[in-house]
């Protein structure tokens, strides 16, 4: 292959990476972070409850609702973050004087899981895991 064909071949390559780089944005390993989570969380007070995540992803911003149900009171709201290497989540309750629980997590294929912590609710802290729905 001569010196100018191989140059237009290498350029094609690079762009057709960019071109699948990008079209990845809103995914990590393959499986979009935007769509619908539901799991169980852990209460670090020994209790566990259901949660429900409903995500949309405009690059690194997410947004989205978010429901939950334990020890039978079912509370619901708002969700706001960033995701990166790792999803960072602020889940806000429509209803006060419910304080919002930071989240972090991981996204792997088709699990959501991850820590969360609020200094002022019942469920102060704990773990989930969600899976795609």
């Known amino acids: 292959m001569n ?8 350029r094609l390559i690079l762009i057709g990476s960019a071109v699948l780089a990008l079209s990845g944005c809103g995914r ?3 499986t979009p972070l935007a769509g619908t989570w539901s799991g169980t969380f ?4 020994g209790g566990s ?23 039978g009171a ?6 706001t973050g960033l995701v990166d290497e790792l999803v960072v989540l602020q ?13 972090v997590a991981t996204h792997e294929r088709t699990k959501l899981s991850g ?19």
Request: with cysteine; net charge negative.
């Open 42 to 45: 852990t209460s670090s007070t």
């Open 28 to 30: 990590l390993f393959g």
């Open 74 to 79: 079912i509370i619901n709201g708002s969700v």
């Open 3 to 10: 010196a100018r064909r191989h140059a237009t071949f290498v």
């Open 115 to 133: 820590t969360y912590s609020s200094a002022c609710v019942l469920t102060g802290s704990g773990n989930f895991s969600l899976e795609k729905k």
């Open 49 to 71: 409850g259901i949660l429900l995540l409903d995500l949309d992803v405009a690059g690194e911003s997410v947004s989205g609702t978010w429901e939950s149900s334990f020890t």
């Open 91 to 103: 889940l806000t309750p429509a209803a006060l004087p419910d304080c919002p629980y930071n989240v």
